[in-house]
């Protein structure tokens, strides 16, 4: 028994236009990306040390 196959349905293109690695990060992005996390680290580690200890929030 054979499967069914239509064929008037335009054939399974392949990659088309995409670069050979699309989706693929570059290094240059990775190290940018890299460099902000550790700037977002720097900041979160200078807010939360603030010697206070108590714990309130002294804004409002």
Known sequence: MR???????????GRGLQPPAYGVPSP???ARA???FARFLAQ????QDDGDGG???HQR
């Open 3 to 13: 499967a069914y196959t239509d064929t008037t349905a335009p054939a399974p293109e």
């Open 28 to 30: 240059a992005l990775l």
């Open 34 to 36: 890299d460099r902000g």
């Open 44 to 47: 979160q580690s200078e807010d």
């Open 55 to 57: 714990g309130e929030d």
